[in-house]
């Protein structure tokens, strides 16, 4: 029998917020491919609708779910995100160098996206089942790390080292939420310090030169440069009010690259400026600092793991995606959350809100 109770603390508020995301960045996805599709094809902002409805209807799929359920899905998922990933390796489609996507008919998955989710849940099975009285020690962490780590280099591998740093960083949040002995943070700290040199030893050329980049975009602005000086340009341009939708210069006349993904902002901030950019970043704050609340009011240590696992994911994307596109940050190909265009990307970030709509639905089972 359906429990009344779930629609009356259903959460609309996050749900209208995630909506209206969704909804300006199909509309700056319009704008960032406006006169520039080949006739025949279906518009870049048309998709997104599309990949809109499919995760919008599979993230109500799962408030029909009682989300304690899912701790049990937790590490077969984890198993098959492997296996995928391992997939990929061996038959995944070449798309710029890089092996990321697996072919499914006439659309194109990608296993990463998957690892996202994957790794939130199996970090939240894990500490849940043993959560310590005390910070972790090292010897405490080297099971966590060592499943974080098999996908992560999975997915550096490919490579991707985008996907594969946010998937570290989600599940190195957790961990930190968990609790860490001062001692043993400052020990991993002092090791990646030491292993900077080998950790750059093994970067893909491509890498390192995004590193250096990054330092001075200016030392090859027509090349490893371009992508971010022009993206800065079209950021500054938008100066105070913005250029106004569909007269961005940059974006219009072609000179701001990967402008429907890694550089989706940059058209958004050329159009609608500084207010219109302060406006999307309060919205983006929204449903982090909605996660964690959720998180914090959650009276179940896998929900309430679950839903800072969610929040970390939503953060760290959209901060590392405007310090790349603003030039804070190397660039390393992280899309920005709801906005950017990417069926997988869009489903995984969909679902991690089912996640916490869920708990927050739920949330009356334990009093809170």
Known sequence: MFDRRLLQNFDWLLLIL????????????????????????????????????????????????????LEKLAYPLYILTVILLLAVMVGGKMVSGSRRWLPLGPFSFQPAELAKISIVLVMARYFHRGLPSSPLRLKELLVPVGLVMIPVLLIVKQPDLGSGLLVLLTAM?????????????????????????????FLKDYQRQRVLTFLNP???????????????????????????????????????????????FSVFAEEWGFIGSVFLLLLF????????????????????????????????????????????????????????????????????????????????????
């Open 18 to 69: 995630v909506v209206l995301i969704a909804t300006m960045g199909i509309i700056n996805l319009y704008s960032a491919g406006f006169n520039r599709t080949p006739p025949g094809s279906t518009p870049v902002y048309l998709k997104q609708v599309y990949w809109l409805a499919v995760g919008l209807t599979l993230m109500c799929l799962t408030l029909f779910y009682d989300y304690r359920h």
């Open 285 to 368: 704050t929204g449903p982090t600092l909605w996660a964690l609340q959720i998180a914090r009011d959650c009276k179940e240590n896998f929900g309430h793991l679950l839903a800072l696992g969610v929040s970390s994911l939503i953060f760290w994307q959209f901060f590392i995606n405007l310090g790349m596109v603003t030039g804070l940050l190397p660039v390393v190909g992280i899309p920005l959350p709801f906005f950017s265009y990417g069926g997988s990307s869009l489903i995984t970030t969909l679902l991690g809100m089912g996640f916490l709509l869920n708990i927050r639905m739920r949330r009356f089972l334990f009093g809170g």
């Open 218 to 264: 200016e030392h090859d602005p027509l090349g490893a440069g371009y992508h971010i000086i022009q993206s800065k340009i079209a950021v500054g341009s938008g100066q105070f009010w913005g250029k106004g939708f569909l007269h961005g210069t940059q974006s219009q006349l072609q000179f701001l690259p990967e402008q429907h993904t890694d550089f989706v």
């Open 173 to 201: 949040s957790m961990i930190l939420f968990v609790g860490i002995n001062w001692r043993t943070l400052l020990g991993g700290a002092l090791s990646l310090v030491l292993l900077s040199p080998v950790i750059w030893h």
